[in-house]
């Protein structure tokens, strides 16, 4: 118990931080609605060009919702490489892995203390901008129920993947280009900006293979089609949360290992 309580001091005290700075999240914020307003035309002239109502299962208002949702994710995302870049580079991971909580889990407190808050503030602006761009009624209180019964598991997927990479700066000392590299692919493949449906079958094929898609895609349906498969997307998300917990766990385990041989 002593342990939880200091990851939730941890948790708590992130969480503070992001509204210490309310200029870096306004900026945040502002990047947020231009995104949102581009992206809120391009796909308004793209149903109209193409005289649809519906496009890959979705109206023109759902297709809005699942793009608050699912830039609400992104764009909370935890940044793990910089941070544990540093640490490498300036030997205070020599120090952090003295304290009593572990390192990993520290790292999943503070990503945790600075997504969270960043999440509720990207879906209450991107679901105000929506409503008073287009007039679309707000989100459901089912889908956003349903929408953050989802997200939890994903944010421990995205988190479980992320600081796996950010941790190989304990070989590379910078896993920025690798990180960089893996968050297009949840752009993309994860389907940030394009639902799954509307992916040709070969890309969609590979896409359901893949773990992204249940870091983004998933949650944000439920947005729009509250509950519907929601155990079948758990249920993908804890078995593929088993994989990449147990390759991240395998790869921290390698890297204090090699730390100690070096005399880090």
Not at 9 to 28: H, K, L, T
Not at 147 to 173: C, D, G, H, N, Q
Not at 216 to 228: E, K, N, R, T
């Amino acid at each position: 118990m002593s342990g939880l309580r200091k990851l939730l001091s941890v948790f708590r005290a992130y969480f503070r931080s992001v509204w210490a700075y309310p200029g870096a999240e306004a900026m945040r914020t502002i990047f947020l609605v231009v995104i949102m307003i581009v992206f809120l035309s391009l796909w308004r002239t793209t149903y109209s060009a193409m005289g649809a109502t519906r496009l890959g299962g979705l109206s023109l208002p759902q297709m809005l919702e699942y793009l608050v949702g699912t830039e609400a994710i992104v764009l909370a995302a935890p940044a793990f490489a910089a941070r544990i870049g540093d640490d490498v580079r300036t030997g205070g991971l020599s120090v952090q892995l003295t304290r009593p909580v572990s390192y990993v889990a520290f790292q999943f407190a503070v990503a945790a203390g600075e997504s969270w808050p960043r999440l509720a503030l990207n879906l209450l602006v991107g679901t105000a901008l929506v409503w008073l761009v287009t007039g679309v009624e707000p989100l459901s209180a089912a889908g956003v129920a349903a929408y953050l019964i989802a997200y939890l598991p994903a944010f421990l997927l995205y988190a479980s993947l992320f600081l796996t990479l950010a941790l190989t700066s304990f070989w590379l000392e910078d896993a920025w280009a690798i990180t960089f590299v893996a968050s297009r692919m949840v752009m993309i493949l994860g389907g940030l900006l394009v639902p799954l449906s509307l992916f040709p079958a070969a890309l969609r094929t590979v896409a359901r293979i893949l773990p992204l898609q249940l870091m983004v895609y998933g949650p944000a349906q439920q947005l729009s089609h509250p509950f519907a498969a929601l155990g079948t997307l758990l249920l993908s998300q804890a078995i593929w949360l088993a994989v990449l917990g147990g390759l991240l766990w395998f790869v921290y385990a390698r890297g204090v290992r090699a730390l100690h041989v070096h005399g880090g």
